[in-house]
């Protein structure tokens, strides 16, 4: 508990104590308001000067206007219990969502606790703290045992293990020596290990996180949306209503004492408190939840989308797959190995990632002139000749004759001046838990998955068979896995919520255009932050099943506090007009269904079990 909620709580036992006397002191009636007006003003100081202060400002219509007019016309009409007593319950209502707005922020946090003190640098052999700002990239850090990293970087001398469950969830440190890559936000365990800085603070992993997390709250759902538009047409409604019923039977039955006390329960009643807290808190229960598991996701908005998911797209490479791949066999004389490993020097690409670690120890200053051609390969010069190496399309745009091959593999094909000389056979291995993953989300309600991949259709249909996917779609270039999500799109129509998946370097485009985007294993990975609605901080793909699993909890959650607070209202409402319910059922109406809504949404919070 904050020391805000302890003084909250004290002013709330003070004002209680007072209530309690003038409940039984008998001393006379001028006694008797005395202690239970302290007792109002107590509990309900706060809530009468923002209330003067927002007419001051224009913002007439609010829960604390109707607070305010209500319990001084109980003081006006004699019942001061009543009036005491409204206040007393809706601090008592205030300190509950205070508490619970506290536990769900606890999660958000433990999370923004990873942003970095400083920065230890080490310049001409001397070791200076300094503002994580105000590192470069090549700067060469030192991070001792005990120490969050500070800067993204790869480390160049030291080995030791680093604990990642802030960024990723995951409880079990991760191994690091020298040629590892580190990412900032970790905790190095034991060893004392110096890196050199890949990127500036403001491109960092923790910088981009932190950024994703605080604008968060920003991107409210449309439940938000809807609840903050009700408030401000529903409160000067009831405002008119409570005014014709304090006045029009009066008028009638000249009894304007009772027409006005029930006038007053309306008020009492009609405060939205429940809805305008319980719906945001339990959004915001969602992300902390989300959040704990390892799972960022970019707003409300995206939580609820998420929660209507019925068609999930996956990329395979890195996706489904470990995106390791190795070199399981090879076509044609040994000369093949190292003019492709010389071509794919300059390439990122995790299939020349493999090459070059299969045929270590090439002499790079043969190769010259390097296009890389995406989804097709890799075209240079070698001693002076032309080299192709990649597809069955490079080859075929470049008139190379290949002959016919059914392997169920990444084939890559090389070429020396217009002759083919073979190829080499790529395989990537399946993640273990993609088919468990895939049945989970099948079982949640997920009617229609989708894998899409620039394999050939042999491979492709191979793994999405062992996956257990509903439809493969093969040989496609990247920009024809945004032709085929669109027409997967509109085949589904608006009503349909379509999630893309992929692992956030080459699917930015798709991640972007899918109604939810969700990136795999992105840690560090810039196009993934950017373009992906859903940050997966592990390559855990069962962590998709989770995210849709405490969407859905979470819009649960808020569809019952909404029909519960409204029912109940609606209900106490018609008592009230009708004379069979006093200002006591009202505060049970206001308060007493806030405190409900508010534990109910506390319960989004949960999902150690997901």
């Not at 989300?441 to 620039?454: F, I, N, Q």
Request: net charge negative; glycine share 10%; hydrophobic share 45%.
């Amino acid at each position: 508990m904050t020391k805000q909620n302890k003084r909250d709580l004290c002013k709330i036992l003070a004002a209680a104590v007072l209530f309690v006397l003038g409940s039984v002191v008998n001393g006379g009636e001028y006694v008797r308001f005395g202690l239970f007006f302290a007792a109002f003003l107590m509990a309900g100081g706060d809530v009468l000067l923002n209330a003067v202060q927002n007419i001051r400002y224009g913002q007439i219509f609010d829960e604390q206007f109707l607070m305010t007019v209500a319990t001084i016309g109980a003081f006006c009409i004699g019942e001061y219990p009543e009036g005491a007593a409204v206040m007393l319950f809706f601090q008592v209502g205030e300190l509950f969502q205070s508490y619970a707005v506290n536990k769900s922020r606890k999660s958000i946090s433990d999370l923004m606790d990873i942003r970095p003190d400083f920065a230890n640098v080490e310049k001409d052999g001397e070791i200076k703290k300094t503002d994580p700002y105000d590192v470069k990239i090549g700067d060469i850090i030192v991070i001792n045992p005990g120490e969050r990293v500070p800067l993204d970087g790869v480390i160049i001398n030291g080995e030791s293990s680093l604990d990642t469950s802030a960024l990723t969830g995951e409880s079990v440190p991760r191994d690091v020596e020298t040629g590892s890559e580190i990412l900032s936000g970790c905790i190095n365990i034991n060893g004392v290990i110096r890196a050199r800085v890949t990127k500036e603070y403001g491109e960092s992993t923790v910088n981009r996180i932190l950024d994703l997390v605080e604008n968060a709250s920003n991107k409210k759902s449309k439940s938000e949306k809807f609840i903050t538009r009700f408030a401000r047409w529903y409160t000067p409604a009831v405002c008119g209503v409570a005014l014709a019923l304090a006045v029009v039977p009066s008028l009638i039955t000249g009894d304007w004492s009772v027409w006005i006390y029930r006038a007053l329960s309306f008020l009492v009643v009609s405060c939205p408190c429940a809805l305008v807290i319980s719906v945001p808190l339990s959004f915001f229960g969602g992300l902390g939840g989300a959040s704990r598991q390892g799972v960022l996701i970019k707003g409300s908005n995206w939580l609820e989308v998420l929660g209507k998911v019925d068609t999930v797209v996956f990329d395979k490479t890195g996706t489904l797959t470990e995106g390791k791949f190795k070199v399981v066999e090879t076509n044609g004389d040994e000369s093949i190995c190292t003019l492709a490993a010389l071509a794919e020097t300059a390439s990122s690409h995790p299939v020349a990632q493999c090459i070059k670690e299969y045929t270590k120890g090439a002499d790079t200053s043969r190769v010259s002139d390097i296009k890389e051609q995406a989804g097709f390969g890799v075209q240079c010069k070698i001693d002076g000749r032309t080299v192709l190496v990649g597809s069955t399309k490079l080859m075929e745009q470049n008139g190379v004759l290949v002959p016919m091959n059914s392997t169920h593999g990444t084939v890559v094909h090389i070429a020396q001046d217009g002759e083919y000389l073979g190829n080499m056979i790529i395989a990537d291995t399946l993640k273990k838990d993609s088919a468990a993953a895939v049945k989970k989300l099948k079982s949640m309600g997920v009617k229609h998955t989708v894998m899409l991949t620039g394999d050939v259709q042999a491979t492709g249909e191979k793994i999405g068979a062992e996956v257990g996917v509903d439809m493969v779609i093969c040989d496609l270039l990247p920009h024809e896995k945004v032709q085929q999500l669109e027409k997967i799109l509109d085949a589904k129509g608006k009503n349909s919520k379509v999630c893309y998946v992929g692992d956030g370097i080459n699917d930015a485009p798709v991640l972007a255009r899918a109604d939810v985007g969700i990136a795999m294993g992105a840690l560090g990975s810039d196009a993934a932050i950017e373009a992906a609605d859903v940050v997966i901080m592990n390559d855990e793909i069962g962590k998709i099943a989770t995210a849709v699993n405490i969407s859905k909890k979470t819009l649960c959650i808020v569809k019952q506090n909404i029909v519960f607070a409204i029912g109940v209202k609606l209900f106490v409402l018609l008592l009230v007009a009708l004379g069979h319910a006093s200002m006591w059922s009202a505060v049970f109406a206001d308060v007493g269904v806030a405190v409900i809504a508010i534990l109910n949404a506390i319960r989004a919070l949960d999902t150690k079990n997901m």
